[in-house]
């Protein structure tokens, strides 16, 4: 098995900044694809960012040019930085990955962290 774990959530002030870290143990993967989902109180979970190995980015509308994500492949960890926080920001947000598992030979999709709250408020 694989277990992502979420870290660098809290609280913080709108306009403020926070960073997000999401490292896989366990088996060894080779993740095509990691990222960030989210999901605030009575909505729908939904993308945040996204990045495969070969550097494409996905990244939604309401994040564009405040969010930025980056990967270690090598270490499979990735980061959400998070810049000019406001309120609607607030949720859990869960990383994601999706990659093959190389002692079975496995493709496996949407592996789930256990999330991490941000709170934006003042």
């Known amino acids: 098995q694989v277990q992502l774990v979420e870290s660098g959530g809290g609280f913080v002030q709108p306009g403020g900044s926070l960073r997000l870290s999401c490292t896989a143990s366990g088996d060894p993967f080779n993740f095509y694809v990691m990222g960030w989902f989210r999901q605030a109180p009575g909505k729908q979970r939904e993308l945040v960012a996204t990045?495969?190995?070969?550097?494409?980015?996905n990244i939604a509308d309401s994040v564009k040019g405040r969010f930025s994500i980056s990967r270690d492949i090598a270490k499979n960890t990735v980061t959400l930085d998070m810049n000019s926080l406001k309120p609607e920001d607030t949720a859990v947000y869960y990383c994601?990955?999706?990659?093959?598992?190389?002692?079975?030979?496995?493709?496996?999709?949407?592996?789930w962290g256990q999330g991490t709250q941000v709170t934006v408020s003042s």
């Open positions: 994601n990955a999706n990659g093959m598992a190389v002692d079975r030979g496995e493709y496996v999709q949407d592996i």
């Open positions: 990045l495969t190995t070969d550097n494409f980015r």
